[in-house]
């Protein structure tokens, strides 16, 4: 996630328009297998538009719902969607990038990342980050375009997924399962991981 610039000035408020419709589906699903109790604290790493920080302030109720993205007009599009959540402190945003998560240990029981897993560079580093934030037996739930994970890590899929999976035993997460999800017409790709 070290392409901010990419997603700020002018293109960043396009990208943010057409994410909020494009993502929504994948947001959905991810959140869906996630199943978050009310009390549950939340980080979403890559949050966008804030489409995804919105779904889950439906069900999360009481506990509390983080987010972070390297984006400037991504943070003030999350902002203006979840202004209300935002205001009352349901919802806390901040600007930065997986590789360096300013929360203390074990601060989540769960990480959500739509369609920006495969953006987390240095990756290893990354996974270390949700690593230290998830408490014991937290889950990892990402859903990501197929063709993005292909176009930014140059690998396959099942490829990249290996390569994931290991490097999230590296770290202590574990039970990886990656599968087609039913986004984008089952061009998406969902894998989830817990902390042992």
Request: a positive charge; hydrophobic letters at 40%; one cysteine or more.
């Amino acid at each position: 996630m070290t392409i901010a610039g990419s997603f700020d000035g002018p293109i960043g408020i396009v990208a943010a328009k057409i994410m909020a419709r494009a993502n929504r589906q994948a947001e959905t699903e991810a959140i869906a297998e996630l199943a978050p109790a009310p009390g549950d604290d939340v980080l979403v790493i890559g949050f966008g538009p804030g489409v995804g920080l919105q779904l889950l302030a439906r069900t999360i109720t009481t506990g509390r719902i983080a987010g972070i993205d390297p984006s400037r007009v991504m943070q003030r599009e999350a902002r203006r969607r979840n202004q209300a959540a935002a205001d009352s402190g349901r919802i806390e945003l901040r600007q930065g990038t997986a590789d360096a998560l300013p929360w203390p240990d074990e601060s989540f029981s769960a990480v959500l990342t739509v369609n920006t897993i495969q953006l987390w560079k240095p990756f290893p580093a990354s996974v270390s980050e949700v690593a230290r934030v998830l408490r014991p037996r937290g889950q990892l739930v990402s859903c990501t375009h197929d063709w993005a994970i292909r176009r930014s890590t140059g690998m396959g899929i099942d490829e990249w997924a290996k390569y994931a999976a290991a490097t999230c035993r590296r770290y202590g997460l574990a039970d990886a399962r990656w599968w087609h999800a039913n986004a984008e017409s089952g061009s998406s790709i969902a894998f989830t991981t817990r902390r042992t």
